[in-house]
């Protein structure tokens, strides 16, 4: 982490997205307005997203923003999970409404009650659908991208004949966000199940990858959630079977938003500003004239040549010829967390080579003009692992498996804090307890994050009350 970073995370991460132009505040409490470079990360998102779901036969569709207050009274648990945070259309064209109309958290209900009209045979099943959306949560406090009143995102609905093709679609779905968090936005992440108290309101069981920050805190990433039969139930959801018994469908749904932005920013960010990965970056080199270019045209003739060449090979490149000293352009586009920057002058020209440099790496290398491009694709792969090292090499050293008791978390963060350290995540052992979960978040504000599935160590004794854990759990701080 940088002083700035250390010093004051939050800080940092809104200076540097605002300097960056990736948002702008609106009069709205808690809703940002994604300016092109911001919107685009998602668009590279959306599209690695969309291809993977289309692949596994998912189809997108669309469904009504506003949804009746008698659909989230019928699944009990639902209602309460999400009521605190509603906002509601009581009044439209002057007039009073009949009901009230929720602005979607989820669309869980108003996809209930139409699935219940469009299934009828088990030739209708499986339904895959998928729809990217809008959703609104009147969250008490706001960070952009991380947590808004009101973010973008995808929600996946899906209804199939029994348990086990639904489980089965569960985890195909959180796999594929593990593959594209992992692979397009270099932020390595534990997958796992979610605590009962943790889980999507009306679930059976949720699945989530948990993703550390550069402060330490965690980022919850996407979820997967099995519902069983609960909204089927609740909107009589039933098909009929090849054995002519009605039965009612098996459904799951799940989810990623735009809170994958905030979290490339906070996983790889520096103390100049953003580092995107190259994959998800909207411009992934940068060219820049140095030098007294402006005398000597064979310079931008030859930046046009490379600029071609570039995009030829699908490349997102910019040319920067503005009036600024070519020291602003250099800090204006690592600000901008662009990957690889390419510097050309007359001394460049005459020694028949280029400057390149990759983002995340303090030297520049020269390369020969002839192998430029070749040089630049072979960077932008590079770097996009190298910084999903960096990132799994930062959650591991911060990633704790030797604190044993609630004794031992506070006095861990306690020599957290007096060392200038961050306490990172705990691996501890739970006895499924609620009441102990919640013990150790009050006094050290410290949630269960997942039960991991493939856990760097197994524990045996509850963190809190010391009985036999039943299960192993990431414990940390979270946004």
Known sequence: MTNQQKNDFTSWYIDTIKKADLMDYTPVRGCIAFKPDGY???????????????????RNAYFPMLIPESFFEKEKDHIEGFSPE????????????????????????????????????????????????NVFRWEKKTLPFIRTSEFLWQEGHTAHVDEVEARAETMQML????????????????????????????????????????????????????LGTKFAQAFDIKYLTKENKHEFVHTTSWGT????????IMTHGDEQGLVLPPRVAPTQVVLIPVGPWKKNPEIMEKLDEIFAQLKAQGIRVRLDDSDQSPGYKFNEWELKGVPVRVELGPRDLENNQALIKARDEDEKEAVELSALV????????????????????????HSHIHVDSLVQLKDHIADSTESGEIPGWILAGWCGVDA???????ETKFTTRNIPFNPPAEKSSCINCGNEAKHTVWFGRAY
């Open 40 to 58: 685009e990360i998602w668009e590279h998102i959306q599209a690695e997203m969309d291809k993977r779901f289309k692949e596994t036969g998912h």
């Open 86 to 133: 509603l906002p509601w259309v009581t009044e439209a064209a002057g007039e009073k409404l009949e009901e009230r109309l929720a602005l979607r958290p989820t669309s869980e209900t108003m996809i209930g009650h139409l699935y219940s009209d469009w299934i009828k045979s088990y030739r209708d099943l499986p339904v895959l659908i998928n729809q990217w959306a």
């Open 175 to 226: 796999n594929i966000y593990k593959e594209v968090v992992e692979e397009l936005l270099a932020i390595p992440v534990y997958d796992g199940q979610k605590t009962p108290s943790e889980r999507f309101a009306g679930a059976i069981d949720t699945y989530s990858i948990e993703a550390m920050m550069k402060d330490g805190k965690a980022v919850q990433a996407g979820t997967s959630h099995y």
């Open 257 to 264: 938003s735009t809170r994958l932005i905030g979290s490339v």
């Open 374 to 397: 070749a040089r630049i694709e072979e960077e932008l792969v590079t770097m996009q692992t190298r910084l999903l090292e960096k990132a799994r090499a930062f959650r591991e050293k």
């Open 436 to 442: 102990c979960e919640e013990q150790v978040k009050e």
